[in-house]
């Protein structure tokens, strides 16, 4: 079974500093992948970016990265330069190479404030 | 490519009415799937497809929930009779299989249903 736990339903952060978006996962798949993805007020679910379980380095996709320790079983996400834009829900989302469904966390809302 | 296609939009409808939603994947994807959001429950995987073929519907809240996927390019969710807790957004997506858990979802739109 896989799980995520998000454990901050809402965060606020001044506009253009820097924010962590916590993660934590529980698997059994040897492979699996995890993912971040942007729900904005509009309700469109957009992917962020993505790490995989055997990657050596720390994903990045311009203001995001995605700050992976396997061995705590987190993978937060750091946005910085944090922009009015960025205010949204955020999913932690893992899929495991045993199972095709993704699992997703609960969701952190994050307001931008100028 | 259009993305994930699902219709409608938007659905309201009374209590006891079937309701059907729909969802075209992109193509070239084999694997689509059918999440609930609510606030309550948050998003909540229904079922999901693999080259058209459930593969766990365990998600599926109760009988009054069926979906089908009758070809690469179409699936179906319908709630026969359909009752106000069922009221959420309903969402489809799409991926390639590939290595399957290096692989994003592709979101569509969203159905947002009210049952009244």
């Known amino acids: 079974a896989q799980k995520i736990t998000q454990t901050q339903p809402g965060m606020f952060v001044q506009e253009k500093e820097a924010v962590t978006l916590d993660c934590t996962y529980d698997t059994s798949d040897p492979s699996y992948g995890l993912f971040w993805y942007k729900q904005p007020s509009s309700g469109e679910m957009i992917f962020l970016i993505y790490q995989g379980s055997y990657d050596q380095q720390n994903a990045t996709e311009g203001r995001y990265s995605l700050n992976f320790q396997k061995a705590r079983k987190s993978a937060n996400l750091v946005i910085s330069a944090s922009q009015l834009g960025d205010s949204a829900m955020y999913f932690c989302?893992?899929?495991?190479?045993?199972?095709?469904?993704?699992?997703f966390g609960d969701g952190t809302t994050l307001t931008v404030k100028p | 490519d259009a993305g994930v296609i699902q219709s409608p939009r938007h659905e309201v409808t009374e209590m006891g009415q079937e309701v059907t939603l729909r969802c075209k994947p992109i193509s070239g994807h084999d694997y689509l799937f059918w999440y609930r959001q609510t606030m309550m429950r948050g998003l909540e995987l229904l079922i999901y497809f693999n080259n058209n073929v459930p593969i766990d519907d365990s998600g599926m809240p109760e009988d009054r929930f069926s979906a089908k996927m009758p070809n690469a390019s179409f699936s179906t969710l319908k709630i026969q009779p359909s009752e106000p807790r069922d009221s959420a957004v309903y969402f489809c997506a799409s991926s390639y299989t590939l290595q399957s858990y290096n692989e994003k979802l592709f979101f569509g739109s969203g159905t947002q249903l009210s049952v009244l």
């Open positions: 989302a893992m899929r495991g190479i045993n199972a095709g469904k993704s699992t």
